[in-house]
């Protein structure tokens, strides 16, 4: 292996590391709380290293949305992605985002400490974090549109509406998990989406089922 090859893989390694560091002190703190100085204290790294890896608050801000995105991605989109398109990828997509912070070693959810800090300040985050968002409403929306394609759903339910009360109770479950320390969180979020989806499909209420929870 050359030098240079050499020298890349131990940056990425470094990269690597801080950006562990930041997405576990945003969940924490949130993103506002990533400095250059905290990172290199907690990282044992010096300020002029992570300088070298991210020039400014701002662009380690973005770099750790980013991999927090990514994060996600793989934990829970991908995932899904081994069910057939619709109403039974929908149920997989919600499950895993149920368990995503606990697979992925999160103490919460850093987007919606995100969505906390920047929904209403202007600027390359709230940019970066509208983006994302508006993408995943659109991956629960295609699957809402090839549910109705196959006879799944009835239509009753828009995949715009879906999508926002999907969100809703994800964010509920949060709330609860977090906040309260409700060990039935989980539980009532998969009875909640349960009734979105027989009300999506036209289902009448002595047929709603929670699914059964999915375990790490």
Same mark, same amino acid.
């Given at each position: *292996? ?12 470094? #990269? ?8 576990? @002190? ?10 250059? $100085? ?14 070298? %890896? ?31 398109? =619709? ?8 499950? %895993? ?7 992925? =070693?999160?103490?919460?959810?850093? *987007?919606?400490?995100?969505? $906390? ?7 390359? *985050? ?15 929306? &295609? ?11 009835? $239509? ?8 926002? &009360? ?21 539980? @009532? ?5 349960? #009734? ?21």
């Amino acid at each position: *292996m050359s030098k240079s090859a050499t020298t890349a893989s131990k940056g990425e390694l470094t #990269r690597a590391c801080i950006l562990d560091a930041a997405v576990q @002190q945003a969940a924490l703190a949130g993103f506002e709380a990533l400095t250059i $100085g905290g990172l290199a204290s907690q990282t044992g790294l010096s300020k002029s290293g992570l300088f070298a %890896h991210f020039g400014s608050k701002e662009e380690l801000q973005l770099a750790a949305l980013d991999e927090v995105v990514r994060r996600f991605i793989e934990t829970v989109y991908q995932p899904a992605l081994a069910a057939p398109a =619709g109403r039974a990828r929908l149920s997989a997509l919600f499950a %895993h985002w149920l368990q995503w912070t606990k697979r992925s =070693g999160l103490p919460a959810c850093p *987007m919606m400490s995100a969505l $906390g800090e920047y929904d209403s300040q202007p600027g390359p *985050m709230r940019d970066a974090l509208e983006r994302e968002m508006r993408r995943l409403d659109a991956a629960i929306a &295609e699957n809402v549109n090839a549910a109705m394609a196959l006879g799944e759903f009835s $239509g009753a339910v828009t995949p715009q509406q879906f999508a926002f &009360e999907t969100f809703g109770i994800i964010a509920s479950c949060y709330r609860s998990r977090i906040l309260y320390q409700d060990p039935e969180s989980g539980t @009532q979020a998969q009875l909640a989406f349960a #009734r979105l989806l027989a009300a999506a499909a036209g289902e009448t209420p002595a047929s709603i089922v929670a699914p059964p929870t999915v375990r790490p």
